[in-house]
């Protein structure tokens, strides 16, 4: 199973691919950002976030996409503009017809590290230790969005299907 965890966003895009194996291991295959410059309109960005979540699906084939949901603060503005993020990133995988699962921050956090209170540093570390990764996975959205994949294989989402 291949799982593309995206951390959205309209500035930053983070992203993670994971496999599982027949033993229940995860392996990373890629994860890095999808950046847009601030200088371009949010029409421009929207469409590079699109067009970059569509070259991922095709040259990774994902079983699955799983999306963070957006935890809105007090900042409406940006809260908007990452929702239109979300929802192009939520299009791409419609069109490329892939099943899409999305979770809590608090729900990821209990996930990985079964304490929905942890700490960013605490979920990096545990990403990579489920990972089996050299060192910290960076920057902090990639390691975001590796850790929704790792989210998603954790949780029983694959029998009760509650996809989007």
Known sequence: MVVLGIDPGYGIVGYGIVKSSSYGNFEVVDFGVISTPKEESISIRLETIYDSIDFLIKKYTPDYIAVEELFFNTNHTTGI????????????????NIKMYEYTPLQIKQAITGNGRADKKQMQLVVQAILNLEKLPRPDDAADALAVAICHMQTNNLINDNSI
């Open 81 to 96: 503009k990452v929702a239109q993020a979300r929802g192009v990133i939520l299009l791409a995988g419609k069109k490329n």
